[in-house]
């Protein structure tokens, strides 16, 4: 698991898969930029389980928040972008940190697939949950931010 850094250290970013069931959450450094799964944190019509992402916040406390902005293949925003939208909004209010949006098509296939290859490899020994695949897919979403923003 990815310990906290220490102060002074690496600059943490810690990603988010905005869901209407869940929110995966993700989390990696600006040296190593790679993302590890954290949580995948309950979501309803009353928005999220906020006391769970204030818990990671303070765990982790990043230095930058990154969204998966939700696209329709054709390239245009569907109402779940301006959910998502809207989630970023409010984590940005809400930690007063920088929240950056990045494109996160398909970003829950490509985890579905990563983490089906751990298990038939026998990497992973337990079964695929939900939030598993939700917190999986945070973390190609940071691995995308990562790339781009390079």
Known sequence: MLEAPARGGP???MAFDFGKRRIGVACGDSVSRTARPLAGVANS?????WETVDALMRDWQPALLVVG???NVDDSESVMSTAARGFAGELGQRYALPVRLIDER???IDAETRLRSERES?????RIAKADVDAAAACVILERWFIEST
């Open 11 to 13: 600059q943490l970013v």
């Open 106 to 108: 398909y970003s829950s």
């Open 122 to 126: 026998g990497v992973r020994k337990r």
């Open 45 to 49: 019509g009353a928005g999220p389980r």
């Open 69 to 71: 902005l939700p696209y």
